[in-house]
């Protein structure tokens, strides 16, 4: 009986590619930037799954050239980069990875946020380019976060676990959601709100929606015009949900005190991007999910989504169930 083939767009540990080679013939691209369009293409023509990273583009002309493809399993919980319709359309199932990622994510989220707040990647710049000759009162002042208020737009998973972080430091939790959550309100001593009252009373604001027609561009130069003068804007969701072009005049302007970003429109970020010009920003190369751990969880999920859908079964965390239910018929 002939093997499943499944493409891996890159490497991941060892005996996770081990797993999946016990049951299927498996291909890799072994090296550290993303696949090329024409390699992805050439691999699709013969796959019965996809594992993919959210730097690969899986769209309808590439599922139209891949007529054995049964699964796409992704690296990632966001599943922009796949043309989820599309894949429905065909009974391709697509796969994902929450909720192993959303303390790490979290974690990652409420650091930018001291990082931002207290100048922090700016201050280790002024030490290591030997600028620090004494102590001065006024030396790198930044904001407290102590008591301050948080706005989260997004209360998903990770949206929870940074308010969580925020209650250990006493501040005032405001949300907007696209439905209220009632519960976590209770447990999180958060209010709900609609986004301009958000913006117009947060001391820091944090975007943690996921991509969707109704997100992109979500917070443009209207939005920032809201927010305080002293306010700090972070965002760990993704770039398209915001007007960089509006982002970098705030910034410029001093609309706003701060940012601190994960990720950006385009990734990685060009080298000539006007945000590498101001020095009241904090940019990290979307790193929220980064640990040692919850990488590898990650990719054990998107192993074992794979396989599932390859011996026939429903796969833990499958994005569209339409695609089951008309296999199933």
């Given at each position: 009986m002939t093997r499943p083939y499944v493409y891996l767009t890159r490497r991941v540990d060892d005996d996770i590619v081990a797993r999946l080679a016990e049951h299927?013939?498996?291909?890799?691209?072994?090296?550290?930037?993303?696949?090329?369009?024409?390699?992805?293409?050439?691999?699709?023509?013969?796959?019965?799954?996809?594992?993919?990273m959210v730097t690969d583009c899986i769209d309808a002309d590439l599922m139209d050239r891949?007529?054995?493809?049964?699964?796409?399993?992704?690296?990632?919980?966001?599943?922009?980069?796949?043309?989820?319709?599309?894949a429905t359309a065909r009974?391709?199932?697509?796969?994902?990875?929450?909720?192993?990622?959303?303390e790490t994510t979290a974690d990652l989220a409420f650091a930018l946020l001291l990082a931002t707040a207290r100048r922090l990647t700016e201050a280790e710049r002024f030490l290591r380019e030997g600028k620090w000759r004494a102590w001065s009162p006024n030396l790198l002042v930044g904001r407290d976060v102590y008591g301050a208020t948080l706005g989260?737009?997004?209360?998903?998973?990770?949206?929870?676990?940074?308010?969580?972080?925020?209650?250990?430091?006493a501040m005032r939790i405001l949300y907007h959601n696209r439905r209220r959550r009632p519960e976590a309100e209770a447990a999180l001593g958060a209010r709900y709100v609609d986004l301009d009252t958000l913006l117009r009373e947060?001391?820091?604001?944090?975007?943690?929606?996921p991509l969707t027609p109704e997100t992109e561009n979500l917070i443009g130069w209207r939005e920032f015009s809201l927010m305080k003068e002293t306010a700090c804007f972070i965002n760990v969701s993704r770039g398209q949900t915001v007007d960089e072009d509006a982002l970098v005049r705030a910034l410029r302007e001093r609309k706003i005190w701060a940012a601190g970003l994960d990720v950006y429109r385009e990734e990685p970020l060009p080298p000539d991007h006007p945000l590498l010009e101001l020095d009241n920003v904090v940019l990290l190369p979307h790193i929220g999910s980064a640990s040692v751990a919850t990488r590898r969880n990650m990719a054990l999920l998107a192993a074992e989504g794979c396989l599932a859908a390859l011996r026939g079964e429903r796969p833990a965390h499958l994005v569209n169930p339409e695609a089951w239910a008309h296999r199933r018929r």
């Open positions: 299927c013939d498996i291909g890799v691209w072994e090296r550290d930037e993303p696949v090329p369009r024409a390699v992805l293409e050439a691999e699709a023509e013969r796959a019965d799954g996809l594992y993919v891949a007529p054995r493809l049964k699964v796409v399993s992704t690296m990632s919980v966001g599943y922009d980069h796949i043309d989820v319709a599309a009974g391709i199932l697509v796969t994902n990875t929450p909720g192993v990622l959303t989260i737009i997004g209360l998903g998973r990770i949206g929870e676990a940074v308010a969580r972080r925020a209650k250990g430091f947060s001391d820091f604001v944090v975007l943690l929606t």
